[in-house]
């Protein structure tokens, strides 16, 4: 039973250049959530989707990131036109049940790390 | 809203010491309560959990962790620790209940670093 599958592990852009993270949820998950962890910082939410609808994107900033998760395929999260401060590891988790279902305890992967030149 | 605070950003502690690790929040709901370890360059692992019940919660590696509602806390301990200890440790924290969040909420985490 493959856990949280997140690729590429490690991507370096350019400045300018728009980024794409993928993120397999665990068979029998269907919410995912990613998380962006700044150097020497713990991780803060960035967004909440279910399959084909955005559920919370309060934590994403309000500009060049964007993310979603098709009715087939991984979740994405992209980046547009990267600066250095999107340096960080950003780290993708699913759960099989909603936030309203009891504990919900989420299931993380290892993490994408990007890196701007 | 909940916040958490782990105070010690490193602690460094020599071989089969004991250590503890603290994580203290605070929440206007009641909580559930979280601790994952990151290894050096690797993802986050669900260390141990408190739901419900005995406020006293072990892993299978020798960690354990106690709720205290009192003092908002749910430190982390070991009373051996080995090199292969030598991680990232975070605790989260999320609410309870109708109207709270989901999100899980962390601590900005503490690296402890097990010497020779």
């Known amino acids: 039973n493959a856990g949280v599958m997140q690729n590429p592990r490690h991507l370096v852009r350019r400045r300018g250049q728009e980024a794409r993270l993928r993120c397999s949820p665990m068979k029998g998950h269907s919410h995912v959530y990613w998380y962006r962890q700044l150097p020497e910082e713990g991780l803060k939410f960035m967004v909440y989707l279910q399959k084909e609808n955005i559920i919370d994107e309060s934590g994403m900033p309000k500009e060049r990131f964007s993310a979603e998760f098709p009715k087939e395929g991984p979740s994405i999260l992209r980046i547009q036109q990267v600066v250095r401060g999107d340096s960080a590891a950003y780290f993708c988790?699913?759960?099989?049940?909603?936030?309203?279902?009891?504990?919900?305890?989420?299931?993380f992967g290892a993490g994408s790390r990007l890196t701007v030149l | 809203a909940q916040s958490v605070t782990q105070l010690d950003s490193q602690v460094p502690v020599f071989e089969e010491a004991p250590v503890e690790l603290r994580c203290n929040y605070s929440s206007s709901v009641s909580v559930y309560l979280f601790w994952y370890v990151q290894y050096p360059n690797q993802g986050l692992q669900l260390l141990l959990k408190?739901?419900?019940?005995?406020?006293l919660v072990k892993s299978i590696n020798g960690f354990e962790a106690e709720f205290n509602k009192s003092q908002t806390s749910f430190h982390l301990r070991k009373p051996s620790v080995h090199r292969s200890d030598t991680a990232e440790y975070f605790c989260a924290v999320r609410g309870i209940g109708r109207g709270s969040s989901y999100k899980l909420i962390f601590g900005s985490g503490t690296r402890l670093l097990v010497r020779p």
């Open positions: 408190y739901l419900s019940g005995s406020t």
């Open positions: 988790a699913s759960s099989p049940q909603g936030p309203s279902s009891g504990a919900n305890v989420l299931t």
